[in-house]
């Protein structure tokens, strides 16, 4: 199999700060892969090793099985979308488009008319005499977009592409880059620190934490089999427990966590199948949910309620349940 990238025991070091550290990464062609992470964890710093603006210190990466060492940044059949557009101010939208086919010497043209084929391509048709001032967030980050394909990368990386917007237009270009990505087939690379995105977006993702990828797969198995406490932590809410209070429910001292959506809360804690009681702390409404955090001495566990049910008051004393695969054992710390 051709991966699109692969990283080989990648490390890029500033002095003391391991920015990323001896991180094994591949990514296969043709899909929209994430990293995700908090910030400073290396997520950018791998960008920058990917299209050549930055070099690792050690370690290697292949691009389509092709050793990237040497290849600058125009010759890797990679491009970069950055979170804050980049666009020039005194162009307009097309010449913003065809900027890369200008530097590479294509005819006027043929730059127009792949700009515009790229605008369309973007849903900005008829923007091309626009400046990038006289466009809304939204409509600047598709020039972005257009801008970055244009010169049609085999590799798309997307540094937090949404940031700057509001959350419905942010929901709308989610959507818009998830079947972009689709229908031109190529390898997305899409940086965030938002577990949401990540997981409603990728085909698969790297979970980052202090220059290291912790966790890599697809979406679903990071939420539901996190590896790490960092990673229950990090993607989604979850209840952890430590192993002391793991044994009481699973017999093993073991790290693991369970997803408030998979705990149930009964009014009555003597009820059969209740695994664990405990009087409530805390009630916190979702709109469509309401989450109550219950104490079970020793741990908290956060339950999550539908809001149409009654809502137990603080104090009030409450049993929960889970299926027992619920509960997920970690691997380690
Ligand atoms: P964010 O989500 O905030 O963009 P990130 O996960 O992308 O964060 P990076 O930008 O890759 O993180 O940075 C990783 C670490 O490397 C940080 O501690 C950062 O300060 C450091 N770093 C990045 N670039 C440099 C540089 N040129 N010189 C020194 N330190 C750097």
């Not at 990679?78 to 101010?89: G, H, I, K, S, W």
């Not at 020039?143 to 010169?151: D, E, F, G, Y």
Request: with cysteine; charged share 20%.
């Amino acid at each position: 199999m051709t991966f699109a990238v692969e990283f080989q025991d990648v490390s890029r070091h500033f002095g003391d700060i391991r920015a990323v550290d001896h991180v094994d990464l591949q990514i296969a062609e043709g899909t929209f892969f994430a990293m995700l992470g908090p910030s400073g964890s290396g997520k950018t710093t791998c960008l920058r090793l990917i299209s050549g603006f930055d070099q690792p210190s050690s370690g290697h990466i292949r691009i389509f099985d092709t050793p990237s060492e040497g290849v600058p940044p125009n010759r890797r059949q990679v491009n970069t979308v950055f979170q804050d557009y980049a666009l020039f101010p005194h162009m307009n939208v097309r010449d913003n488009v065809a900027y890369g086919l200008m530097v590479r010497g294509d005819g006027k043209a043929h730059r127009h008319q792949q700009a515009e084929e790229m605008l369309s391509l973007v849903k900005l048709d008829g923007f091309g005499d626009r400046k990038p001032a006289q466009l809304s967030g939204g409509q600047r980050q598709r020039v972005a977009l257009a801008r970055a394909l244009v010169n049609r990368p085999r590799v798309l990386l997307l540094d937090e592409p949404l940031g700057a917007l509001d959350l419905k237009l942010r929901e709308q270009m989610q959507e818009e880059l998830k079947s972009l990505q689709q229908r031109l087939g190529i390898t997305f690379v899409f940086v965030t620190h938002d577990q949401g995105e990540a997981l409603s977006m990728a085909d698969s993702l790297a979970v980052f934490n202090e220059g290291r990828i912790v966790q890599v797969g697809p979406p679903q198995e990071i939420y539901e089999k996190p590896r790490t406490r960092f990673v229950a932590d990090f993607v989604g809410s979850s209840n952890v427990f430590d192993p002391q209070i793991t044994i009481r429910f699973a017999n093993v001292a073991r790290w693991s966590s369970l997803r408030p959506e998979t705990v149930s809360l009964t009014p009555a804690p003597d009820a059969t199948g209740v695994l664990a009681r405990g009087h409530v702390r805390s009630t916190r409404y979702l709109g469509s949910s309401i989450r109550v955090t219950v104490d079970v001495g020793g741990a908290d566990i956060t339950a999550q309620h539908p809001a149409s049910a009654p809502v137990p008051q603080p104090g009030a004393e409450v049993g929960l349940t889970w299926a027992t695969d619920a509960l997920h054992l970690m691997d380690q710390d």
